[in-house]
């Protein structure tokens, strides 16, 4: 639904809003905000709210003293936790040059971008998520530990399972947020929990998977817990995956997922570094059942990828990016191997075990073949691509 500012403005004094967050994110994704009242929406709408980007991740080299911040109306959100009585609400945020026209760097519009190519080869991609985060708990004085809130395993339920209640919270909150999460349960390690989400379009994904763990973070701390995505949070337990199942159709409704699915095989190499952008994102691949090879399966176990039709529809679910990485580029890029994979009708390999070229190693690895890529340089702004490599 695209939301008029008058709109914007009648709910804003429907619902007694006194605050209004606007969000946007670093390179990396990390959410980041500014704060205006009621009485500064409609020159935010018009001529966007100001910032000093230069003081964030994959900004620094910004020509301008100021971007500027102009809200996407149908991102409108209210914060649960926030007062019932002069509510908080966020709204989702493109970053905009002082002439008016959009950042090239905003991550956001990279992936905007990337769906505008795949529309204009009717081409129409969704994304589905699961991502892993384990609960800690924190000391007396508030400090964050590393001892996990249970000792429960994969789908226990309680008491074994105490994170039930802190599941149920954050998707009862998600929900009330407009977004609508599909099933949730503890997973292998101890305190680790998965939630998951249906399929959407890609810019609706990725702005759920960055709301997903704002809320996540918060409910965790209302229960005195951490939240922790980091790929690896305990270095003898299973790491945390972000785990993307791919749907696309051509514009006459056929499935054209498994070439997709051979364009990002090919290509995926070149942008690890995107997809698992730390080195604790290397101490993950190889590790228990997270990937380290270039290969498939349809029954799926610790391949790169999971590829199955079911009810005539096909599922690929990329199973090596970790939620440490910005969802607005993984996206962008999977849509722009994909389309490559699907212009030239390229086959799947075989259906392997351990075989398969290696995934890179090491962040340093990542970042060679990155820096060798026709695709990368094509999709990804040099100021991110040097703070990928540099930051």
Known sequence: MEYTLEEVMKFIEEEDVKFIRLAFRDAYGVQKNISVMPGEVRKAFREGTPINARQIAGFRDCPYASLYLRPDADTMAILPWRPDHGRVLRMFCNMMTPEGEEYASDTRKILQDAVAEAQKEGIEFRFGTESEFYLFQKDAEGNPTKQPYDNAGYMDIAPLDKCENVRREISL?????????????????????????????????????????????????????LADFSPMPLPDKPGNGYHINIYAVDRDGNDVVRYAAAGIMERIREFTLFLNPTDASYARLGNNTAPDRVNWSSTGESELMV?????????????????????????????????AGIREKLALPGETGEQGAALPGSRKEAGKLALESGLVSRVIPEEILKEYLHG
Request: proline share 6%; glycine share 6%.
């Open 173 to 225: 909150t998600i929900e009330r947020m407009g977004l609508i999460p599909e099933r949730s349960h503890h997973e292998r390690g101890p305190g680790q929990n998965e939630i998951d989400f249906h399929y959407a379009r890609p810019l609706k994904a990725a702005d759920q998977m960055t709301t997903f763990k704002m809320v996540v973070s918060t409910i965790a701390d209302r229960y005195g817990l």
């Open 307 to 339: 590829i199955e039709t079911y009810n005539g529809r096909t599922r690929a679910e990329l199973r090596s990016p970790d939620a440490s990485s910005n969802p607005y580029l993984v996206y962008a890029l999977l849509i722009h191997a994909g389309l």
